[in-house]
């Protein structure tokens, strides 16, 4: 009998974007996924918002392996420049969850 591997659909910085999602609703977070397309390019995976707290533009990483795509690396600064943050994420936990109480962050993950 041949067996077919079949491909997971969503990798792991997927699951990791859906903890945290799961995680900031639970603090009373609106959060929005961003799609990645054509007309997108370079938008942080997240937006968030929390009446209290403010706005945070919040982009997925996974530790084990990622890179910034040359539209981030072009308009991340951008973003910041004009006042926007941008906070790395890289799991649903709270040490990370106070990564979105300091300044923004995307800068010292890169390589």
């Known amino acids: 009998m041949r067996s077919f591997k079949t491909k997971e659909k969503h990798g792991p910085e ?3 974007q859906q903890n945290i999602i799961t995680f ?3 603090r009373e977070w ?8 054509a007309y997108q390019s370079g938008f942080p995976d997240l937006f968030c918002s929390h009446r ?3 706005q945070r533009w919040v982009e997925v990483k996974n530790l084990e392996n990622y890179k910034f795509t040359a539209a981030q690396l ?3 600064p951008l ?6 943050g941008i906070w790395i994420l890289v799991e649903a936990n ?4 106070q ?8 800068y010292l993950y890169l390589k």
Do not use: M, P, Q
């Open 24 to 26: 900031l609703r639970a």
């Open 94 to 97: 709270e040490s990370e969850y």
């Open 79 to 84: 973003f910041v420049a004009n006042g926007s």
């Open 14 to 16: 997927w699951h990791i």
């Open 74 to 76: 072009d308009l991340f």
């Open 30 to 37: 609106f959060v929005k996924s961003t799609h990645g397309n």
């Open 99 to 106: 990564k979105l109480f300091k300044k923004c962050n995307w």
């Open 52 to 54: 209290v707290y403010g």
